[in-house]
């Protein structure tokens, strides 16, 4: 890469998210809490519903970032779904605060691929990575904090382990079908 | 699947009660009361005072309760899942030396083992997240989503964030609608009936259909300057009237006193096993 193009990256980096953008990130999040009754169908119970939580929260996430394409997409989407699960469902303001804050993880891995040049919205590798990054840490804060601290939730330490590892791997595999996904819609809906 | 309508307990927000005509700002402030303060009490004596507390802002709500019935089993539901985990417990309970989880009786089926303490520790779980998922409810069952975007506005969040709550709010029963149709259409074609198969045929159809529906709504507010000007001047005159001024008020005593309760005196705190 040629310095006037490293230089010429940063500048580009921040793009205004337009009303189109935002809707397009709200429909996502709408999405994620539709699923909810579908998974819901297929009797996933509380607090296991979490593993299918994870996966389509993240699914939902990285097709809404691939379709927006821009910086902060991730960031919005989360904090969409949060307003929704506080207004709609009456979710604890305290968790649903919390749980607005995941998907910074995502959004730093894009700044930083940005940063270095790169088109991380073109880039399977780079959407799962900064999908999994962000299941990860839903599976680290609801396991290691929401459920034992706030729900004071108490289960063996092995089946935490054991539900936070599912979580985390629901998340990739959300990463993974997200990109196809986004990539899918992207072509049928322009 | 049952056909789940979400937006049944919307039917409140059209009411008159003092609670209806409340400013969002000052139901922002009881959300945040009734959400925050009970969390830092671990006595089910303080849960119950809480409790006492929301109780005459249901009761003189004027709300109609046959359409909220869907979240309320929604939240009770969480409830029971919360006590059982925490009262059922396993045999080595019985021989724990912890002294926070001593007990006086238990019972034994099995490999499940049920003792005073654990009984009561499930109770206790489950009364404190009562507190603030119904406090939630009872402020978006009388609240209209777009008083509430604006109220927020009025709290300086941001207009994007305040933008996607209303188009999400907006969103969700035009997204049920397609997924009905959806699943309705699948089941006139012949589908099979396996759920996985049949969600897994849902999901783009669903997607699609959502997103064309949507974007037309963006396009709509690009065309109109979204961003061009701060959305802060509305038709509705926000103003804090005198039961507004008095319940803020009230609100900061109250919590300034549960705080002084808390920390000042090292109340409200009893040993349920987990968090001590």
């Known amino acids: 890469m040629t310095a006037t193009a490293a230089t010429a990256a940063p500048s580009s980096v921040w793009k205004r998210l337009s009303a189109v953008d935002l809707v397009t990130v709200a429909v996502f999040a709408a999405l994620y809490r539709a699923l909810w009754y579908v998974w819901h169908a297929i009797s996933f119970l509380f607090p296991f519903n979490q593993i299918a939580s994870t996966m389509f929260y993240v699914l939902c996430g990285v097709a809404a970032v691939v379709i927006v394409r821009k910086l902060g997409a991730f960031t919005m989407y989360a904090i969409a779904a949060q307003l929704i699960n506080l207004f709609l469902q009456g979710e604890m303001f305290v968790v649903a605060s919390i749980m607005a804050a995941f998907a910074l993880g995502g959004d730093f891995y894009i700044y930083l691929r940005l940063r270095a040049g790169a088109d991380p919205f073109k880039s399977l590798r780079d959407m799962f990575i900064a999908g999994t990054i962000v299941g990860i840490i839903w599976s ?35 990463a993974w079908f997200g990109f196809a996904l986004g990539n899918r819609l992207k072509g049928l809906i322009s | ?75 009770g539901f969480m409830m029971v ?21 001593a007990f006086s009786w238990y019972y034994r089926f099995g490999p499940i083992v049920v003792t005073s303490h654990s009984l009561t520790r499930g109770l206790f779980l489950a009364m404190r997240l009562a507190v603030p998922l119904t406090i939630g409810l ?112 009230v609100s900061a005593l109250l919590a300034i006193l549960f705080l002084y309760v808390r920390y000042g005196l090292g109340m409200g705190l009893a040993g349920v096993g987990w968090i001590k």
């Open chain 2, 138 to 249: 009872l402020i978006i069952a009388t609240t209209d989503p777009c008083t509430i975007g604006k109220g927020l506005r009025k709290l300086k969040m941001p207009t994007a964030a305040v933008f996607m709550l209303l188009a999400g709010l907006r969103f969700i029963p035009i997204i049920m609608e397609q997924l009905f149709n959806i699943l309705d259409a699948q089941t006139i074609r012949g589908v099979t009936s396996s759920r996985f198969q049949r969600t897994k045929l849902l999901i783009l159809p669903l997607f699609i259909t959502s997103l064309r529906r949507t974007r037309t709504m963006g396009l709509a507010c690009e065309a109109r300057g979204f961003g061009a000007n701060q959305w802060n001047n509305f038709y509705q005159d926000f103003r804090l009237a005198l039961p507004d001024k008095l319940l803020m008020v």
């Open chain 2, 1 to 75: 699947m049952a056909k789940v309508n979400v937006t049944n307990f919307l039917a409140n927000v059209g009411g008159t009660s003092w609670l209806h005509r409340l400013d969002p700002r000052t139901k922002m402030v009881i959300l945040l009361f009734f959400s925050i303060i009970p969390l830092l009490f671990t006595d089910y004596r303080f849960i119950a005072i809480f409790i006492l507390l929301s109780l005459p802002l249901w009761l003189t709500a004027g709300i109609n309760f046959r359409p909220m019935v869907g979240p309320f089993v929604g939240a």
């Open chain 2, 81 to 101: 899942i919360i006590f059982l985990l925490n009262a059922i417990r396993g045999p080595g309970e019985l021989k724990s030396l912890d002294p926070n989880v």
């Open chain 1, 140 to 174: 680290v804060v609801n396991w290691g904090y929401i459920f034992p601290v706030l729900f004071m939730t108490e289960l063996s330490k092995g089946l935490y382990w054991a539900a936070g590892l599912a979580c985390a791997a629901g998340g990739a595999i959300g």
